[in-house]
């Protein structure tokens, strides 16, 4: 059974760094691509960007200048880093794992989320 | 980036009621097309994938069709527990973008 788990602050300072971590359990994480995605209160979804277990990785160029995503060399875990945070990076932040099917990706596996409150 | 833009942004039904709900893709995506199902506090549920692949477990009265830029999703017979908040996603390029979201109400 595939788990993934967000842990990290709840609580930010406008203008630091944001970090969370993704702890992947019941499958390797050395065969797949691993997203970050968030998700304002009440808005929509926001793909933030994902890393490959070779340590490549694709941002949305939105937040581009600010996402660093790592995965460890023990490969049990993938990591976030968004700095200059502001209000606007209020969210539920997601870990998720992107599976293919005939070479179209999908979100099949997911945390539950952590919602992360950048304020003073 | 390829826009998704699904219609409408939310709806009243009753169960037992056929509901539809529209994605466009601002450039062509081929099936490169995902719908979730996502309920108050919880992360998504994938339903949907490749446009119209049927994830096991999921009802059948769950569809998917469309190819190229225009998708929909269909519940046949609406139940208490779809009621909830419907996404599509494209996976064609990055960045991998959602629709705004669909909020299928109790009418």
């Known amino acids: 059974q595939v788990q993934l788990q967000e842990s990290g602050p709840g609580l930010v300072k406008p203008s630091e760094t944001l970090s969370l971590t993704c702890t992947v359990s019941g499958d390797s994480i050395s065969r797949y691509y691993w997203n970050w995605i968030r998700q304002p209160p009440g808005k929509g979804l926001e793909w933030i960007g994902h890393?490959?277990?070779?340590?490549?990785?694709n941002y949305n160029p939105s937040l581009k200048s600010r996402v660093t995503i790592s995965i460890d060399t023990s490969k049990t875990h993938f990591s976030l880093k968004l700095n200059s945070v502001t209000a606007a990076d209020t969210a539920v932040y997601y870990c998720?794992?992107?599976?293919?099917?005939?070479?179209?990706?999908?979100?099949?596996?997911w945390g539950q989320g952590t919602l992360v409150t950048v304020s003073s | 980036d390829i826009q998704m833009t699904q219609s409408p942004s939310s709806l009243s039904a009753s169960a037992g009621d056929r509901v539809t709900i529209a994605c466009r893709a601002s450039h062509s995506i081929s099936s490169y097309l995902n719908w979730y199902q996502q309920k108050p506090g919880k992360a998504p549920k994938l339903l949907i994938y490749a446009a119209s692949s049927l994830q096991s477990e999921v009802p059948s009265r769950f569809s998917g069709s469309g190819s190229g830029t225009d998708f929909t999703l269909t519940i046949s017979s609406l139940q208490p527990e779809d009621f909830a908040t419907y996404y599509c996603?494209?996976?064609?390029?990055?960045?991998?973008?959602f629709g705004g979201g669909t909020k299928v109400e109790i009418k």
């Open positions: 890393i490959y277990y070779s340590g490549s990785t």
């Open positions: 998720a794992r992107q599976s293919s099917a005939w070479g179209m990706d999908y979100f099949y596996y």
């Open positions: 996603q494209q996976s064609y390029s990055p960045p991998l973008t």
